[in-house]
Each structure stands twice: as C-alpha cells, then as structure tokens.
C-alpha cells in the first residue's frame, strides 16, 4: 500500500518498486531537497536511473551508489536522500540507506546503516544490512513529511506519534491523513509493504 501527497503541484518525494530478475522486489524512496519543478525534475532523473541500473545490479549498496555518481553534479547544491530495500520471496531483506529515515518493522525503527545523501560527494560508499520479516511483519517506509507536519501551535506531529500510529497497524491512508490533518507543510510518502506468506 502506498499513499503520496505533494505539498504543491509538484514534488519532491519518490518511489518506485521494481520486479527484479531474480524475483526479488525492489523498493525503493526518498526525498529530493527543495520543492516545486526543479526537485520534480530531479526525481524524474532518479526514477529513470533506478530503472536501468536495477537492471544489471540487485544490490541496493550498489545501486545507491550509482545512484549518487549520477547524481554528482547535476544537483545545483542540493541533495537527496535515499532508501533501497530488496525484498526476497523467503522473508530475507536487504538495505542501504543514504541519510533517509530509517524504515520501521511492525512500529519498531529498524536501525540501518546510514551514509550521506545522494548528490553531495562522488567518493560516498554505501553499506548494506539485512532483516528477516515473518509472516505477517509490516515494514513501513515514509519521507520527513509525515513527522514534521506542523499545526498552528507550531507542535510537529513527531516520531514518537507516528511509531505509535505503526505500531497500532495503521494503514498508509492513515499515516498520511493523519499528518495531512495535523498540517502538511511537506511532501508526504508512506509505503507500506505486508509479508502475507
């Protein structure tokens, strides 16, 4: 399940999810920085490159990295941040994040190794690590749009309200109603991914 709300016409917020080859599923989200139709047409470079490189490589570290020396110059001092998760048909899953939020399993943060976002430095390396979902696991994936929806008191809706919004199995639709009624000020994404067997 996925929900995603642009703060204006345009956005900044992506995903894709991707069959592989080996019948692994690529999924994949981030967060251009800035608003409007620069940041829409950075994404639309992001996806297109996602698409090819996920054709010769499945190694989320390998496509990240890609993904940045691509992105290297092309930014116009800005940046984006990034998460690449493959998802095997056994449970198994493997991920590298480069400066995203990290993804949370059944409410819980699942911590990832982190790396700079794309776009700032040729020389960044990505890392990946791996979790095993049970049936039945939910694994949530979300851009900063969500916890830093801001109402007129000024008070975010924040992280602690949003693990406890997962952790109650709150759909996408929910997660992104719910900040989009606090107060969007941001883009919003939420992808929501169920093991059912």
Same mark, same amino acid.
């Given at each position: 399940?996925?929900?995603?709300?642009? &703060? &204006?016409? *345009?956005?900044?917020?992506?995903?894709?999810?991707?069959? $592989?080859?080996?019948?692994? +599923?690529?999924? *994949?989200?981030?967060?251009?920085?800035?608003?409007?139709?620069?940041?829409?047409?950075?994404?639309?470079?992001?996806?297109?490159?996602?698409?090819?490189?996920?054709?010769? +490589? #499945?190694?989320? !570290?390998?496509? @990240?990295?890609?993904?940045?020396?691509?992105?290297?110059?092309?930014?116009?001092?800005?940046?984006?941040?990034?998460?690449?998760?493959?998802? #095997? =048909?056994?449970?198994?899953? +493997? $991920?590298?994040?480069?400066?995203?939020?990290?993804?949370?399993?059944?409410?819980?943060? *699942?911590?990832?190794?982190?790396?700079?976002? $794309?776009? $700032? &430095?040729?020389? &960044?390396?990505?890392?990946?690590?791996?979790?095993?979902?049970? %049936?039945?696991? %939910?694994? *949530?994936? @979300? +851009?900063?749009?969500?916890?830093?929806?801001?109402?007129? =008191?000024?008070? @975010?809706?924040?992280?602690?309200? %949003?693990?406890?919004?997962?952790?109650?199995?709150?759909?996408?639709?929910?997660? !992104? #109603?719910?900040? =989009?009624?606090?107060? =969007?000020?941001?883009?919003?994404?939420?992808?929501?991914?169920?093991?059912?067997?």
């Amino acid at each position: 399940e996925c929900v995603d709300r642009p &703060a &204006a016409e *345009v956005g900044g917020d992506f995903f894709q999810v991707i069959p $592989l080859k080996s019948l692994s +599923t690529l999924v *994949v989200i981030g967060d251009v920085s800035g608003k409007g139709l620069r940041a829409a047409m950075i994404v639309s470079m992001i996806v297109g490159t996602l698409r090819t490189v996920s054709g010769y +490589t #499945e190694e989320p !570290a390998e496509i @990240l990295g890609e993904l940045n020396r691509r992105l290297c110059g092309h930014m116009q001092e800005g940046f984006a941040t990034c998460l690449a998760l493959r998802l #095997e =048909q056994n449970g198994r899953s +493997t $991920l590298a994040n480069a400066g995203h939020l990290p993804p949370y399993v059944n409410g819980i943060e *699942v911590q990832s190794l982190g790396s700079l976002p $794309l776009g $700032l &430095a040729e020389s &960044a390396a990505y890392e990946q690590s791996s979790l095993e979902m049970a %049936v039945g696991d %939910v694994i *949530v994936l @979300l +851009t900063d749009g969500i916890a830093e929806a801001c109402n007129e =008191q000024r008070e @975010l809706l924040g992280f602690a309200r %949003v693990a406890s919004m997962l952790r109650a199995r709150a759909t996408a639709k929910n997660v !992104a #109603e719910t900040a =989009q009624q606090h107060g =969007q000020t941001d883009d919003i994404t939420v992808l929501r991914v169920t093991r059912l067997a």
